[in-house]
């Protein structure tokens, strides 16, 4: 962070409010881009976490008929 620091002290100290402006806008689209990142991250993470919560709900449903099956089978004989 000490680098960033200098950079925005020089450019400030030397009176270049342009570049200091556009120095201030690259640090916002860093932030901006860093929360965009996570927000993909976490959308990702809860996508995944939602198919295998249903891939376990058509296992027990495959499960299921599976013992139902099998329970009128031995009923039937």
Same mark, same amino acid.
């Given at each position: 962070? =000490?680098?960033?620091?200098?950079?925005?002290?020089?450019? +400030?100290?030397?009176?270049?409010?342009?570049?200091? $402006?556009?120095?201030? /806008? =690259?640090?916002? $689209?860093?932030? +901006?881009? =860093?929360?965009?990142?996570?927000?993909?991250?976490?959308?990702?993470?809860?996508?995944?976490?939602?198919?295998?919560? /249903? @891939?376990?709900?058509? $296992? @027990?449903?495959?499960?299921?008929? @599976?013992?139902?099956?099998?329970?009128?089978?031995?009923?039937?004989?």
């Amino acid at each position: 962070m =000490g680098l960033f620091n200098q950079i925005r002290k020089s450019l +400030i100290k030397n009176g270049n409010v342009g570049n200091y $402006l556009f120095y201030a /806008i =690259g640090e916002i $689209l860093i932030v +901006i881009i =860093g929360i965009f990142l996570a927000i993909q991250f976490n959308n990702w993470n809860e996508n995944r976490k939602t198919d295998k919560a /249903i @891939e376990n709900v058509f $296992l @027990e449903i495959q499960n299921n008929l @599976e013992n139902n099956s099998q329970a009128s089978e031995s009923f039937s004989k």
